[in-house]
Nanobody, 116 residues
């Protein structure tokens, strides 16, 4: 069974940066969109950013200009570069792959904590 493995989370001070990575444990064919979601403490999961197979990106308003999503198709990997981090960015971050057949894969989540 294919798994998505995330890495790069941790504790960072406000204004700092982190880079999250998410790689599939095996090849997934026909990946359409890749994305990142997050779930802050006590809140619902929310969309952070997505990137399509064609390279089109979308971002939540709260992260525009601070976060950058990118993908390496040959590695079945998606990245999230996070800069100018704020305490309100604290959350568990999940990656998500969706195939053209609308199969959806989720990562197990990685904790990002922004605190001084």
């Amino acid at each position: 069974q294919v798994q998505l493995v995330e890495s790069g989370g941790g504790l960072v001070q406000p204004g700092g940066s982190l880079r999250l990575s998410c790689a599939a444990s095996a090849s997934i064919f026909s990946i359409d969109a890749m994305g990142w979601y997050r779930q802050p403490p006590g809140k619902q999961r929310e969309l952070v950013a997505t990137v399509t197979s064609g390279g089109s990106t979308t971002y939540a308003d709260s992260v525009k200009g601070r976060f950058t999503i990118s993908r390496a198709n040959d590695k079945n990997t998606v990245y999230l570069q996070m800069s100018s981090l704020k305490p309100e960015d604290t959350a568990v971050y999940y990656c998500n792959f969706r195939t053209v057949e609308n199969f959806v894969f989720w990562g197990q989540g990685t904790q990002v904590t922004v605190s001084s």
